[in-house]
T-cell receptor, first 114, second 108 residues
């Protein structure tokens, strides 16, 4: 069974630009969650989508948004990039919701904002 | 306030030297506690789920236990390939909270 796939693996952007990250979940998984990981803050929850509906949202500004398509694939968008947005962005899929089922993570997209 | 604290932040062990990692938590209505392993440059990999106090799970050299306030990840006779960051996550009725992890290094 194929794992969670995230593209691209690396991105370098300039302040003020916007970026879109993509995530393909494990086949059959209906939940996709997004996390930001930085050395100082650890894993910070961004949002969770379940069957195309945003189920939960973390404490991030409105510049961070996402969506889920009917095939469960998900995208995350960050607009007006800031230097502090540099991080590893992880996508995870699960069969049930994230607080009831183990998460299966992709290897992330490393975003660098200059 | 719901929170998860892992200790120690970093741990260095000699190969074969057993030890334990701690995950302390406060959460209303615990649904489950998850352990993950993360290698550099990769996403976390699921290890165990524990649901109730007294429950134990084992996998190779790893054993996870759960009480009402904390969970332990015991590593018996570790090998260098066990070197990684170990994360715990605690789920409540509507949230999942990750700890900041314990970075384990095992030297031959």
């Amino acid at each position: 069974k194929a794992g969670v796939t995230q593209t691209p693996r690396y991105l370098i952007k300039t302040r003020g630009q916007q970026v879109t990250l993509s995530c393909s979940p494990i086949s059959g998984h209906r939940s996709v969650s997004w996390y930001q990981q930085t050395p100082g803050q650890g894993l910070q929850f961004l949002f969770e989508y379940f069957s195309e509906t945003q189920r939960n949202k973390g404490n991030f500004p409105g510049r961070f948004s996402g969506r889920q398509f009917s095939n469960s694939r998900s995208e995350m968008n960050v607009s007006t990039l800031e230097l502090g947005d540099s991080a590893l962005y992880l996508c995870a899929s699960s069969f049930g919701t994230q607080n009831n089922s183990p998460l299966h993570f992709g290897n992330g997209t490393r975003l660098t904002v200059t | 306030e719901d929170q998860v604290t892992q200790s120690p932040e970093a741990l260095r062990l000699q190969e074969g030297e057993s030890s334990s990692l701690n995950c302390s938590y406060t959460v209303s209505g615990l649904r489950g506690l998850f352990w993950y392993r993360q290698d550099p440059g990769k996403g976390p990999e699921f290890l165990f789920t524990l649901y109730s106090a007294g429950e134990e799970k084992e996998k190779e050299r790893l054993k996870a236990t759960l009480t009402k306030k904390e969970s332990f990840l015991h590593i018996t006779a570790p090998k260098p390939e066990d070197s990684a960051t170990y994360l715990c996550a605690v789920s409540g009725p509507d949230k999942l909270i990750f700890g900041t992890g314990t970075r384990l290094q095992v030297f031959p």
